[in-house]
Nanobody
Framework: VQLVESGGGLVQAGGSLRLSCAAS????????RAWFRQAPGKEREFVAA????????SYADSVKGRFTISRDNAKNTAYLQMNSLKPEDTAVYYC???????????????????WGQGTQVTVSS
């Protein structure tokens, strides 16, 4: 079972990036999916989560209105569309997958069973 992130890179402030998290080894259509990020010297923090059907989403206050999480269960892939990027969004972005219903502690790392290796996002000012 593997989650692989892609789409990171260097972008100027105000720009956009779209991250993808492709899953393989099993279907994750019944799993909640999420994005976390970790900046240098800081702890990993919750960014966004989406339930198995895509009908429920949640965002950290710092990205609300700028980022959009989505999923395509036919492709076993989750996405994070990031608009109006700021230098403080610079971090390694990780995707996670959880077998639990997205009604509990989905904003905690321990809620997730699988993680990707991360993709670097750098926003220049």
């Amino acid at each position: 079972v593997q989650l692989v992130e892609s789409g990171g890179g260097l972008v100027q402030a105000g720009g956009s990036l779209r991250l993808s998290c492709a899953a393989s080894g099993r279907t994750f259509s019944d799993y909640a999916r999420a994005w976390f990020r970790q900046a240098p010297g800081k702890e990993r923090e919750f960014v966004a989560a989406i339930n198995w059907s895509g009908g429920s989403t949640s965002y950290a206050d710092s990205v609300k209105g700028r980022f959009t999480i989505s999923r395509d269960n036919a492709k076993n892939t989750a996405y994070l569309q990031m608009n109006s990027l700021k230098p403080e969004d610079t971090a390694v972005y990780y995707c996670g997958a959880s077998r639990y219903v997205m009604g509990g502690n989905y904003y905690h790392e321990g809620f997730y069973d699988y993680w990707g290796q991360g993709t670097q996002v750098t926003v220049s000012s």
